[in-house]
């Protein structure tokens, strides 16, 4: 009886998430694992609005169990380690041997809002406190969401603070720019070029540097047989780290996968010369930018809420009907 090649994809990474339902659409003669620490992987573009509490927890995450079961995988739940030879090492379980094994499991934490079930106890811990000092350390839009949504959260009582050595969203258009900023200023959210010696918590909103050197094709650069994706994949020229770019990813590994099961040549992973970016600014209004095209007010997150619920709501990703 011929033995089945065995894929193993650890991590609910976004590009681990789009390469399995990528996949499922016909699924190869193969076994498929999903390993994730939990069941609940915390969509983090659902972060601001679970901070300011209009997001329902219950509908900030996705259900990777249910997403491996319908997508013709096995769900196993337990921590990822590391590799060596063809052996996955999973904390308190014993190795499970891969022909192929696709890592997407995020950044390494760093202080920051990840894992996003201890940062909601840390805020749970914030909201007890008389007068919160906190500072949000990053000037991109990880940051400046946290801090605008920290405010509506916690009050004025709370005194926040935004870390940012250079220019807050150096990336983004001007009038975004000064969006954001206004909005900052409005709510009474300091900028500053270092951490004060006092305060009672930094919060790193900010993606440290990707562990895994991968080559075009994503392949590590020392194992043909061991993909990566995603914030914890250090691409050959750097990648804007988002959501969109690792779905693209995804779609890749996805071939990528199916080829090296078969025995054939891989494919390059082509990054996009721009992606859509959308900054949550309060519970109704973001700023949008596509390149130097850009628009704010409800449009822009009419836009956002439709694409998160697009990635959320899909039957094979949650628990709910």
Request: charged share 20%; proline share 7%.
């Amino acid at each position: 009886m011929r033995v089945k090649q065995r894929v193993i994809l650890a991590g609910a990474g976004h590009a681990n998430i789009a390469a399995l339902r990528q996949l499922s659409k016909n699924l190869p003669d193969a076994e498929f694992i999903l390993v994730n620490h939990g069941r609940q992987a915390w969509y983090t573009g659902a972060l601001p609005g679970l901070i300011r509490g209009d997001t329902p927890p219950e509908n900030a995450y996705i259900d990777t169990a249910r997403l491996a079961q319908s997508c013709g995988a096995r769900f196993i739940d337990a921590k990822f380690l590391n590799f060596d030879r063809n052996f996955l090492h999973l904390e308190h379980l014993d190795p499970i041997r891969f022909d192929f094994l696709a890592i997407s499991t995020g950044a390494l934490p760093n202080g920051g809002v990840k894992p996003i079930g201890h940062f909601l106890e840390r805020l749970g811990k914030w909201e007890k406190m008389q007068k919160p000092d906190i500072g949000i350390l990053g000037g991109g839009a990880a940051a400046v969401e946290l801090a605008l949504a920290l405010r509506i959260r916690l009050g004025p009582k709370a005194r926040l603070s935004v870390l940012a050595p250079g220019n807050i969203l150096a990336s983004a258009p001007g009038p975004v720019r000064r969006a954001a900023q206004n909005h900052l200023r409005a709510g009474k959210i300091a900028i500053l070029p270092k951490s004060p010696v006092l305060m009672d918590e930094v919060v790193h909103a900010y993606t440290p540097e990707p562990a895994l050197r991968v080559r075009e094709t994503l392949q590590l650069q020392a194992h043909d047989n061991v993909f990566a994706a995603g914030d914890c994949a250090l691409f050959p020229t750097p990648l804007p780290r988002s959501g969109a770019i690792a779905v693209r990813e995804g779609q890749t590994l996805a071939i990528n996968l199916r080829r090296a099961l078969a025995g054939e040549p891989m494919h390059k992973f082509t990054p996009p010369r721009r992606t859509l970016a959308i900054l949550s600014l309060t519970s109704t209004t973001a700023a949008a930018w596509y390149g130097q095209f850009f628009w704010t007010g409800r449009l822009a997150m009419a836009l956002k809420q439709k694409l998160d619920q697009a990635w959320l709501n899909q039957p094979e990703l949650n628990g709910r009907d």
